[in-house]
């Protein structure tokens, strides 16, 4: 039984690493075809923006940490989510959302933009990735690595798509910053069905 349990979670932990290495090299694939397909300028402002996206990061991670932890802490059965997590994330990424779009107009003068389109296509990327994080950290304490993992290199693929379609169409920041989002949305939709919608 011992040895079962450690076989298992060895499997999850190489699952969660090899998921966790990909992510990151689209991620770095996704930086290099943005850095291809700007001026210096453009990428300068468009770096800047994507930047202030890892604030997003830092709820998302909590709330994936969080909810992790008290699914498995509670012992939650299978098919069963914390409601209230994913309420908390809907509450804290529109937050961060609306905030982001109400200070559009000092970051387009701030970055430099040419509109303040992109700071507000900032903010809607912003409520889909910190639910994305909270539906993650459901997979995650339920020990669903697989799902999780899935996840994880499906969000990658999304933000890294939406790359590849402002490369091949030329987009400007304002299209980038729409792309990704949209991709984001993706991601968290595709996310949702894996953690089981009725579950929350």
């Known amino acids: 039984m011992r040895q079962t349990g450690r076989s298992s979670l060895a499997r999850g932990g190489l699952l969660l690493v090899a998921a966790s290495v990909l992510a990151n090299a689209l991620g770095y694939g996704l930086t290099v075809l943005l850095t291809r397909s700007f001026s210096p300028a453009d990428y300068g402002a468009l770096g800047a923006l994507l930047g202030a996206a890892l604030i997003g990061g830092i709820p998302a991670g909590g709330m994936q940490y969080?909810?992790?932890?008290?699914?498995?802490?509670?012992?939650?059965?299978?098919?069963?989510?914390?409601?209230?997590?994913?309420?908390?994330?809907?509450?804290?990424?529109?937050?961060?959302?609306?905030?982001?779009?109400?200070?559009?107009?000092?970051?387009?003068?701030?970055?430099?933009?040419?509109?303040?389109?992109?700071?507000?296509?900032?903010?809607?990327?912003?409520?889909?990735?910190?639910?994305?994080?909270?539906?993650?950290?459901?997979l995650l304490g339920h020990e669903q690595y697989g799902r999780f993992a899935v996840g994880q290199v499906a969000a990658a693929v999304a933000r890294f798509l939406a790359g590849v379609v402002t490369a091949a169409l030329g987009l400007s920041v304002a299209g980038a910053m729409a792309a990704l989002a949209v991709g984001t949305l993706l991601a968290a939709v595709l996310v949702w069905q894996l953690s089981g919608p009725a579950s929350w």
């Open 66 to 138: 969080v909810l992790a932890r008290r699914t498995a802490a509670y012992r939650l059965a299978a098919g069963t989510n914390e409601r209230s997590g994913l309420l908390l994330a809907l509450a804290v990424g529109g937050g961060l959302g609306g905030l982001t779009v109400l200070l559009s107009p000092a970051a387009k003068a701030f970055f430099h933009l040419d509109s303040v389109w992109p700071a507000v296509w900032l903010g809607a990327m912003l409520v889909p990735f910190v639910v994305t994080g909270a539906l993650l950290g459901g």
